[in-house]
């Protein structure tokens, strides 16, 4: 888990902290107070979000620390941002898109919901987006300033965490495409293909 830390950290500059691991009595629960929680290990708590660092030292330390906690990326500022959808209506929505000739970056997926990683965009460039949408599935969700998502080769209360589509290989950071592209063309494949998205 350091060594994939250290490369979103360090070589593609992406603020990274440990997120808070699964319960140990019950993986399907979270490690945090809450015992309702929604995103069980896929989440920062100790430390904070604002914590999150590209600092080599600080990655280390904290997965010297906690070797199998999960990568939790903080969205947005230099990072990159997320559109994400439930993974059934995803997988669909990805072969249109291909189909389409749509260029994709990586793609990150946690057992119920896959994340498309889209370049930083502020919450004003988000909201002019969607007010131009005749029509956005509630159950796409935006990963913007603030925000956070869980990174390969993680495991949270749902399960592993993997690349469906993987970054090039290379120091470089990954390139991602325009939020822009990727709303536009996301929600014209699901109205078009008629993909569910369930509201979950």
């Known amino acids: 888990m350091i060594g994939a830390a250290l490369t979103f950290a360090t070589e593609w500059q992406w603020p990274v902290l440990p997120g808070v691991a ?21 989440h920062p708590f100790d430390p904070a979000l604002l914590a999150a660092t590209t600092d080599e030292r600080m990655v280390r330390w904290w997965w010297t620390q906690r070797p199998a906690a999960p990568i939790v990326l903080a969205t947005g500022g230099k990072a990159p ?9 995803a997988a669909r929505a990805l072969a249109a898109l291909d189909r389409a000739g749509m260029r994709l970056g990586p793609v990150v997926a946690a057992p119920h919901r896959w994340a498309i990683l889209v370049a930083p965009y502020s919450f004003e460039q988000l909201g002019e987006l969607l007010y131009a949408q005749d029509h956005v599935p509630g159950s796409l969700r935006f990963h913007g300033e603030g925000g956070f998502l869980a990174l390969p080769p993680s ?16 120091s470089a950071a990954p390139w991602v495409p325009d939020v822009e592209a990727v709303v536009d063309a996301t929600v014209e494949a699901i109205n078009r293909t008629g993909v569910s998205a369930p509201e979950f």
């Open 22 to 42: 699964p319960d140990p009595q019950g993986p399907a629960r979270c490690g945090c107070p809450d015992p309702e929680c929604t995103v069980p290990g896929a």
């Open 81 to 89: 941002c997320a559109v994400s959808l439930p993974a059934p209506a």
């Open 155 to 170: 495991e949270t209360g749902h399960g592993t965490v993997r690349w469906e589509r993987a970054p090039l290989p290379g």
